[in-house]
């Protein structure tokens, strides 16, 4: 008796007490619940945002958003090895390689418009998705280089072709400490 | 407060956590006098010498300039005149290797010397006490004076500090092991530095005046001393030798027992510190109007028959200095710009001196090895702590060597990475010779640029959000426009007049007609649907692409078996595409006349139409240039008057030579037209061109049936 007595009281103190702490960590998961920064706003900030859409989505947070959704997380072209290695480190996977169908050459560039040759159409201002080309209808159109992203996306619907992707130049100020890739001349 | 003075007056100081004691070397230059080079044939004067920005041009090639004459004018404080060192010609503008560690090139101009070294008209100074304080940071920031220490920061800036100064403190430690240049200036022009002082205690009123320099220049100490004498403020603060008490960071601790914070002048501290060679520059600008044209450098190494300090000119070329030092002729050269601890080996000895070279350094090969031909002998880590009991920073530069191999810029910030000086005690003291602070520098300039990628994305990314945001506003507004539009047709057309009814009847009409065009379509020859099909595709480019290589395939059989073709009616009649995909359209018609059944009679036309049709194809190439696009034109309106005539042997004589005229035409026009023609212009061009040789094979042919 007494041994049935002892097993139903222990049963009851555990179960009350597993119910009182079920409700404290139950309130305290509601008052205290933190917004965690969705996983869509975290890969978009990994991402390199040159709107360029070579994902295949128009910019870099619907391609974030297609990611937090089960996209593909190798096909950002401009961010190229680093962009993929942070995204699956984020993502808690192996990263692999740059998407194929992807040039790899991901230096960054500018785009230019060589001024003789604009007939002045404005589809490359349609086709800048951050509003980087200045210009109106038939009067000759020219690139704000600060803020182009080099994304490519004016080059295909010019009619004359005359706007190239030029690399962005290397200088002391933006310089890499790469001391394998300085040109030592040793002179005679 | 008082007490630091108090500290000082009986000579005792503070200290910095770790520091090394490299092997003293400036016996080799200490005991000569400063000696004057001759000017040498050419100058070469970087644009900007400093930190910040480069000034204005103000010259052109070919100009002829006085001394003192200045080439650049400052727009912004952060950026620093430059003058021409001596009398000559601009000889070119041009970019040159800088005294950079990269080797990059920058704009430099470049100075003929016509040995007559004359100088611009100069306005000498009598009376220093006359002039106001901002008189003198206007005389020092058109002399163009920037720090002469090393860093080059400039000087007028860091004079025209709003803050309360407490300490002026004079940096004369000169703690690298080779470098004697502000000791030897010391020696040899002190009256000059103490009017410098005196002209920078006028600008600034700090309560003191301290003169940081270290034990091992006791000649220099004892000229100092004798001067300091007559000026209450001056301290002359002896400091024990130890590398490196020249660091800006760590002479305020030395001397006040102040750690800057990280991130923060030390002008907010109340302190502002001056090179000695800065006080004498200061000196000669204000009282004899001579811009900073030249500068003590040590000239010193193994390598060197005579390693002496000089007073070398701005521009002139690092291997005239060491010619004039007696540089053996060797192959090859390693030379180090600035001290063995913190200097760079430079690329050519064709760099110029600038305004922040303080040394030049020819060791032997026993002296310093040079990386270049030896390697760094870096061997892995083995976790000795050395380092970290010599960093002046105080951090922990294994842990920052493994994270900076890792690429790890989150631990690298985390671990303080940017509070390093680079002083390279760490590196020195490295049994594994792991040459830790060029990894730091790589990581430095990596996180640098990885901040200016972030700002610029996050500036793309607003702009892109802007822009969307603008769209979707003019999209409704315009849905908006066409609604109201659409209403007000609406209410007119059921406003019961007869004007409104005619309207109605004619819409009715209008609307029976498109829809009898419609059963029309649907019962058409299986040519047209082909050519609905290729409207079609226009719109899909892999279906125009699947054409284009049937098309293609197509020619290829048709040169062989020479089959005949008829043109479909609709081929004149063809609206005339005028975008790009022109080409894609055409060679998909050439299928459809392939299809038909042949007819004999029309086989001289079907030939010129056939012409006509791959000559499209070719020009619709070409139309991916402006130019071209007229030719092609031009082209079709002709083709199509011969097309419309009974034909002639003569008239198609001359119709094909005008086309082959015209194909000559467009092909140079798409040819010349542009370099950077894209690939797939190329491509086209190349697809469109095998039909057109096909033409010229065929044409015999069917003239000879």
Known sequence: MSMLMTTLMAILVLGSMALIFGAILGFASVKFHVEGDPLAEQVDAILPQTQCGQCGYPGCKPYAEAVANGEAINKCAPGGEDTIKKIADLMGVEPPPLDENHDTDNFPKVAFIIEEDCIGCTKCIQACPVDAILGTTKQMHTIIADECTGCDLCVEPCPVDCIVMIPIPKTPQNWQWDLNNIPVVQLD | MGSIIERIKRGHFWTFHGGIHPPEQKFLTTDKPIRAVSIPDQLILPLQQHIGISADLQVNVGDKVLKGQPLTISTHPMAVPIHAPTSGTISAIKNAVIAHPSGLSELCLFITPDGKDKWRERQICTDVSKLTSNNLIDKISSAGISGMGGAGFPTQVKVSTREKIKFLIINAAECEPYITADDLLIREHSPSIIDGINILNTILSPEHILIGIEDNKPEAIKILKKLAANNKKIQVCVLPTKYPSGGEKQLIQLLTGQEVPAGVLPSSLGIVMQNIATCFAIADAVINDIPLIKRVVTV??????????????????????????????????????????????????????????????????KEISSPYSTGTGEVECIRCGQCSDVCPAQLLPQELQWSAKAKDHQQLNKLNLFDCIECGACAYVCPSQIPLVNYYRISKSEIREQKQLDIKAEHAKVRFEARKERLARDKIAREEKQRIAAEARKA????????????????????????????????????????????????????????????????????????KTIPAGENIDTPKVVDDKKAKIAAAKDITFDDNPIHEKNEQVSITEQAVVDKKAKIAAAVAKAKARKLAEKADVKDVTVDDNPIHEKSEQVNNAEQVAIDKKAKIAAAVAKAKARKLAAQQAKSAANPSDEITNEQPKSESI
């Open chain 2, 492 to 563: 007119r057309m059921n406003s019961g007049t007869t004007e409104a009814k005619s309207e109605l009847s004619a819409v009715a009409q209008a609307l029976a007609r498109v829809k009898a065009k419609k059963a029309q379509t649907n019962v058409q020859t299986p040519a047209n649907e082909e050519i609905s099909s290729s409207n079609v595709a226009q719109k899909s480019q892999v279906a125009a692409a699947i054409a284009r290589a049937k098309a293609k395939k197509l020619a290829a059989q048709k040169n062989i078996t020479s089959e």
């Open chain 2, 300 to 365: 010193s190494g193994q390598a060197l028959q005579k390693p002496q300090n000089v007073w070398s000119l701005l521009g002139t070329p690092v291997g005239y200095l060491l010619e004039q030092c007696g540089y053996p002729n060797k192959n090859k050269k390693h030379i180090i710009m600035g001290g063995p601890m913190m200097g760079y080996s430079l690329p050519t000895d064709q760099v110029p001196v600038v305004k922040t070279t303080n040394c030049i350094l020819a060791p032997s090969e």
